[in-house]
Nanobody
C-alpha cells in the first residue's frame, strides 16, 4: 500500500511555471507506475504524464515539451515541473500509483491506478 500527498499547486499567470510534488509513504515505492492526472470542472480526468518503475516517461500531446515528470526514489517523491503554463492547464492535479509490480508499463487509463492523492489546484490566468 502507498499513500500519496500532493503539494505545489497555486495560481500563476500565463507563461509562468510551477513544480508539483507528490510524497509517497508506504513500502515498495520504486515498484510502482506513477502518473500525474488532471481534471478541470465539467471534464473527465485525463493523463498528463506517466513514469514507469524503470523511469520510462510518457507525456500527453498537450503538455509535451512544457512539462517534465521525474521521481526521486530515495525520497519517495514524484515531481511534475510545469513550464510555459497556459489557461487551459487550469485543473485539479492528482498523482496516482499503480502497483507494486516487478515491472510496470504505465497506462493512460485512470481506472488502472489503485492509489490516488487528494489533488492540488493549479490555476493559470491569461
Amino acid at each position: 500500500q502507498v499513500q500519496l500527498v500532493e503539494s505545489g499547486g497555486g495560481s500563476v499567470q500565463s507563461g509562468g511555471s510551477l513544480r508539483l510534488s507528490c510524497a509517497a509513504s508506504g513500502s515498495a515505492y520504486s515498484r510502482y507506475c506513477m502518473g500525474w492526472f488532471r481534471q478541470a470542472p465539467g471534464k473527465e480526468r485525463e493523463g498528463v504524464a506517466l513514469i514507469s518503475s524503470r523511469g520510462m516517461t510518457k507525456y500527453a500531446d498537450s503538455v509535451l515539451g512544457r512539462f517534465t515528470i521525474s521521481q526521486d526514489n530515495a525520497k519517495n517523491t514524484l515531481y511534475l515541473q510545469m513550464l510555459s503554463l497556459k489557461p487551459e492547464d487550469t485543473a485539479m492535479y492528482y498523482c496516482a500509483a499503480d502497483g507494486p509490480y516487478d515491472y510496470c508499463s504505465p497506462s493512460w487509463s485512470p481506472a488502472q491506478y489503485t492509489h490516488w492523492g487528494q489533488g492540488t489546484q493549479v490555476t493559470v490566468s491569461s
